[in-house]
Structure formats: structure tokens, C-alpha cells
């Protein structure tokens, strides 16, 4: 079955770092675009980050460019974001997506960040 | 920066037709996807390069892009169609994708 499942919100405060994951399984990982995706609950798709299939080249919206790396680990099938000085407005559900041609063929469940005192 | 406009709500009463569109400068120049979201789940892709299904998607979902607009239609919809819809492309100026800000299809 072809799977993404991110891994490692949670509670943050203003300032702070965290770095999320997302294993992919069920298909070649390393022929795949992958992308970030965030969604404050209640709000609409915001897209964040993508990486190309060997990493060699990323893309950045313009709100978390400077703040946030996104990298991947082909032979783990791993996805991450490394995020830094967290700000509140970077509270959502963020979640990993599969890139098929510039359509998100396949999403993850997601992982809630909150980033409060 | 590129960007595509929904409209907020779309209601239909079941059986007839919902048409839910994505506009944007030139989108008919670019590949739009549309996605549906029910309440507490991921996204799915719902439409692909304009007008393609993926496998599982019923063939109620249909898709057109020409001009300004992407059109998401569904046909003979049901309760079940329910949920919010985005559209996307990509942009490639930018090399930025480009969410919609979602439309919400309720079923009368």
C-alpha cells in the first residue's frame, strides 16, 4: 500500500526548533518530488516547501524561506522539514504529499504543530 | 506571485450538477488539480491535468481549464459529496505551488 505518515509535532514555544518527518512507503521513494503542506484547522491548504527526487534542488513559500530547510533521506524512504525560529503563526497541521507531475497524488494524516508559551 | 480565487461556498441539491470554479491570469496556460477534503482527513486528489480522474474517483468528477478558469464539476451529486475543494497549480515564475482558498460544496 502506498503510504505517508509524518511524525514529530507537537508543542513548541516562540523561537524554537523542530524538525518533522515523513516515511513514505509502498512505492520508489526516490523517483518522487515530495512536498510540505500546511493547514491552520478551519483554514485553507497553504503549500510550504519541495524537494526534488535526489535533493538537489528545494522551493520555499516566501512566509517560512530562511526559516525552514526541507531534506530527504532516499535509501531511509525519509521526508523532513527542519523547522526553526517558530513563530505562532506557523501553528497548523502540516502535512507531506507526493508530487506525480505537479499533482499531490498521495497526502499523509498529517502532524499538528503549535508553537505557544 | 501567482494567484487563484474561489468562490467560498457552492450549494447544490442532490441529483443536479455543482460546479465549483478556480480562476486565475491565464490558468488555462497551466495544469490545474483539484483536491476534496471531508472534515478531519487528509486531501485527496479528486482531477488532475485539467480533466484526468485518478483510479477511484467516480466519473460524477469532471474537470475543464480554458481562459481565466478551472471548472470542477460533479455530476448527479450526493450527500457524500460534501466536503471543501482546492484547487492548484503550480507555479512555474515562482516555481511556487498555488492553493485556492477552498470552496465548500454543501448538498441541500
Known amino acids: 500500500e502506498v503510504q505517508l505518515v509524518e511524525s514529530g509535532g507537537g508543542l513548541v514555544q516562540p523561537g524554537g526548533s523542530l524538525r518533522l518527518s515523513c516515511a513514505a512507503s509502498?512505492?520508489?521513494?526516490?523517483?518522487?518530488?515530495m512536498h510540505w503542506v500546511r493547514q491552520v484547522p478551519g483554514k485553507g491548504l497553504v503549500w510550504v516547501s519541495r524537494?526534488?527526487?535526489?535533493?538537489?534542488?528545494?522551493s520555499y513559500a516566501d512566509s517560512v524561506k530562511g526559516r525552514f530547510t526541507i531534506s530527504r533521506a532516499n535509501a531511509k524512504s525519509m521526508l523532513y522539514l527542519q523547522m526553526n525560529s517558530l513563530r505562532a503563526e506557523d501553528s497548523a497541521m502540516y502535512y507531506c504529499?507526493?508530487?506525480?507531475?505537479?499533482?499531490?497524488?498521495?497526502w499523509g494524516q498529517g502532524t499538528m504543530l503549535i508553537v505557544s508559551s | 506571485s501567482y494567484v487563484v480565487t474561489q468562490p467560498p461556498s457552492v450549494s447544490v441539491a442532490p441529483g443536479k450538477t455543482a460546479r465549483i470554479t478556480c480562476g486565475g491570469n491565464?490558468?488555462?496556460?497551466?495544469?490545474a488539480h483539484w483536491y476534496q477534503q471531508m472534515p478531519g482527513q487528509a486531501p485527496v486528489l479528486v482531477i488532475y491535468?485539467?480533466?484526468d480522474r485518478p483510479s477511484g474517483i467516480p466519473e460524477r468528477f469532471s474537470g475543464s481549464n480554458s481562459g481565466n478558469t478551472a471548472t470542477l464539476t460533479i455530476s448527479r451529486v450526493e450527500a457524500g459529496d460534501e466536503a471543501d475543494y482546492y484547487c492548484?497549480?503550480?507555479?512555474?515564475?515562482?516555481?511556487?505551488?498555488?492553493f485556492g482558498g477552498g470552496t465548500k460544496l454543501t448538498v441541500l
Open positions: 504529499a507526493r508530487d506525480s507531475s505537479s499533482a499531490l497524488d498521495i
Open positions: 509502498g512505492f520508489t521513494f526516490r523517483s518522487y518530488w
Open positions: 524537494i526534488n527526487n535526489d535533493g538537489s534542488i528545494t
Open positions: 491565464k490558468i488555462g496556460s497551466k495544469s
Open positions: 491535468y485539467d480533466s
Open positions: 492548484q497549480v503550480w507555479d512555474t515564475s515562482s516555481d511556487h505551488v498555488v
